[in-house]
Structures are given as structure tokens and as C-alpha cells.
């Protein structure tokens, strides 16, 4: 199977993965521009050969867009290989391009995203342990930030400690996002809609730089809500999801 490096160079005229669609969708179109602007900061988009979701993307941990500290690791910010694809050996061919990949560049191991569970939009913690990822720190209500140490006595990365307990001072619906996932190029705008045309207090706010994403209230960047300033989902809402959680709050 061969595996096909994204870079500035074919990102044009490479599908991205977890959005197929031509480059005038507007998910597509929000991915590959923030792509394009990270590939500076050293990330590295690499798929199968396939046609669907077969992709991991990863980053030198110092440029990734959470609030984290874990210098000289590399993070990896999604991973993604779809039901269609499973047990044939992907995952592990594109994770081992990963390891290799951040070996051969001095890096003092990976460090991931997850959660107690599995959980929508987070990476698989059950796959990952069985590859030999353990937990280095947790945050509230159920993150897990995973590491794989290329050397016993490498430090722990961790969260900052203002993601920890995620909180904020402000009421009504907040919601911060960015569109290192695509998909939020599509569902915010109709969560806005939402709340605008029922009167309910709704704030969005967009991560554009490295520097506010890394100073983010929680530990997901990619999407997260809140609600009178306590943590409600990191999950990507729908409308019908959204109007679930309105008529919950509302009671």
C-alpha cells in the first residue's frame, strides 16, 4: 500500500480525506487553507492510497493547536482510519510512518489527544494503549493526553493548567472552534443560525493563530461549547444535536 504525502505543493489536487468533495466545498475549502498555513510550522498530512477516511496529520508539539507543553514531541492531531478500512493493516502502516517520520527528526516521542472513553472527534484510546501509549496527564471531564516515550527517562508531557478544569466567565452559549477540522466549516454556521433565530444568547470564537489555540479554555480546539460558563461537548453538533441540548439546558 502506498502512502501519499500532502504537502504545498499537491494539496491542490489531493482530496484531504475526511472531506472528498471538489475544492469549492466549503469544508474542503477551510481544511486545505489551514493546511497550507501549517506546513511552515513543520505538520505533516500523509494518507493511504484509498479513497475515504486513511490519514494521520502531526506536528511538532511546540506548534500544535492545544494547550499543551510537551517540547520535543511530536503531536499527532487527528488519526483517522474509517470502518471501511479496518483490519487490514492501515492504522498500524500509518502509524509506524509516524514514529519512523518523528525518529529520524529528533523528536523524544508522540503525544495525542484522547479520552477515558472513546469519544466523537477524539483519537481511539483503546487502539492507542494497545500500541503502547499511556497516559501522561488528564483534565476535566474526560480527556486523556496520551504519550509514547522513544526513551524511558523522556519527560511527561501535560496540559496547561488553565485547560485542566475547563471554565468561563461568561453566560449564555459560547462556543470555540477552528478549522483544523473541516467540518466546522459547515456546522457552526448552522448552530449560529439556531440560536439566532430562537433570541438564545450565542457567541462564537474562531482560533485563527498558533497562540490562541494553545491559550484555549479546554483542552479540545477543534470545537468546543460552553455553556454559562461550564463545559457541554466537544462534539461537532447538528441541528438536531444542538436542539437536543437547548431543550435540556432549558429545563
Not at 474542503?28 to 479513497?51: I, N, Q, T
Not at 472527534?121 to 476535566?140: M, N, Q, R
Amino acid at each position: 500500500m502506498n502512502i501519499i504525502s500532502v504537502t504545498k505543493d499537491n494539496i491542490e489536487r489531493e482530496h484531504i480525506c475526511c472531506a472528498i468533495s471538489n475544492n469549492k466545498d466549503c469544508q474542503v475549502a477551510a481544511k486545505k487553507a489551514w493546511l497550507s498555513e501549517r506546513f511552515a510550522d513543520g505538520l505533516v498530512f500523509k494518507k493511504c492510497d484509498v479513497r475515504g477516511k486513511c490519514f494521520i496529520e502531526y506536528i511538532p508539539a511546540e506548534n500544535a493547536w492545544l494547550p499543551i507543553k510537551a517540547d520535543g514531541y511530536m503531536h499527532i492531531n487527528c488519526f483517522w482510519v474509517s470502518g471501511q478500512f479496518k483490519g487490514q493493516g492501515y492504522s498500524n502502516l500509518l502509524l509506524d510512518e509516524c514514529i519512523k517520520d518523528s525518529k529520524e527528526n529528533g523528536k523524544k516521542g508522540l503525544c495525542v489527544l484522547a479520552s477515558i472513553k472513546k469519544t466523537p472527534f477524539l483519537s481511539d484510546p483503546g487502539y492507542l494503549k494497545y500500541k503502547g501509549f499511556i497516559v501522561a496527564d488528564t483534565a476535566e471531564p474526560f480527556y486523556e493526553l496520551l504519550y509514547l516515550p522513544f526513551d524511558a527517562n523522556a519527560p511527561k508531557p501535560c496540559f496547561k493548567q488553565h485547560a485542566k478544569t475547563p471554565k468561563i466567565d461568561e453566560q449564555g452559549f459560547v462556543l470555540y472552534y477552528a478549522h483544523q477540522c473541516p467540518f466546522t466549516a459547515k456546522y457552526v454556521s448552522i448552530i449560529e443560525d439556531i440560536a439566532k433565530a430562537k433570541a438564545i444568547p450565542f457567541r462564537s470564537i474562531q482560533f485563527t493563530t498558533t497562540e490562541e489555540a494553545q491559550n484555549a479554555p479546554a483542552p479540545s480546539t477543534s470545537y468546543c461549547l460552553f455553556y454559562n460558563g461550564e463545559f457541554v461537548t466537544n462534539e461537532i453538533l447538528s441541528d438536531k444535536k444542538f436542539e437536543k441540548i437547548l431543550t435540556e439546558k432549558r429545563q
